[in-house]
């Protein structure tokens, strides 16, 4: 069965640093997602990205984070200058379209520590 | 208050007890997933409805939009089960607004 799949698993990284996670969305998806999860919070939408550019965005998705689509199989969310307040598990999902009843696809996450 | 209210927050159970998890919401929504979280982290969703009742296997799902709220629901739980399920309406375009979950630990 096909799967998001996301890379690193885990990443570690310094305060002010730049990170990029990498997602592989299901290969016939149109729209791509980010969310991420504090620990012991509740998953937070970040932004959804439909035919190359964000067609949604919290309020959390300040200037410090880009979305990306640079080929055709990846989608990637860069943090330009982390904060310790970054420290999350970051999911990437995709759906075939955005109706109402398509599921979105989760990937396994990626967990970020800032120190 | 929040937009996304889970009931209980946290349930224990024996295993082949009939479970229900509840879900409220004020966000106007267009559909609803329930999603299921495993300790490791990892999301997989298990329902999409917009209206009535949905069954998966030992799983049933019902929505009633006009009221803001919805239930999930296991039959003949098991250990298995156990994970945290969380509710998650859609109120953008596609934007998903998550509740806290509820932690379900289904014992021998």
Request: aromatic residues 10%.
């Amino acid at each position: 069965e096909p799967e998001v799949t996301q890379t690193p698993s885990h990443q570690v990284t310094q305060m002010g640093q730049e990170v990029i996670l990498r997602c592989v969305p299901i290969s016939n998806h149109l729209y791509f997602y980010w969310y991420r999860q504090i620990l012991g919070q509740k998953v937070e939408f970040l932004v959804s990205f439909y035919n190359n550019e964000i067609s949604e965005k919290s309020e959390i998705f300040d200037d410090q984070f880009s979305v990306e689509r640079p080929d055709g199989s990846n989608f990637t969310l860069k943090i330009r200058s982390t904060k310790l307040e970054d420290s999350a598990m970051y999911f990437c999902a995709s759906s075939r379209d955005s109706t109402d009843l398509v599921t979105q696809y989760f990937g396994p996450g990626t967990r970020l520590l800032v120190l | 208050k929040n937009e996304v209210e889970q009931s209980p927050q946290n349930l224990t159970a024996q295993e082949g007890e009939f479970i229900t998890i509840n879900c409220s919401y004020s966000v106007g929504i267009s559909a609803l997933h329930w999603l299921q979280q495993h300790p490791g982290g990892g999301i997989v969703s298990l329902f999409m409805l917009s209206s009535g009742k949905k069954k998966h296997g030992r799983l049933i799902a019902t929505i009633n939009i006009q009221e803001k709220h919805s239930s999930l629901h296991i039959t003949a739980s098991h250990p298995r089960d156990s994970a945290v399920y969380i509710c998650a309406p859609r109120a953008g375009a596609q934007k998903l607004v998550f509740g806290q979950g509820t932690r379900l630990t289904i014992n021998p």
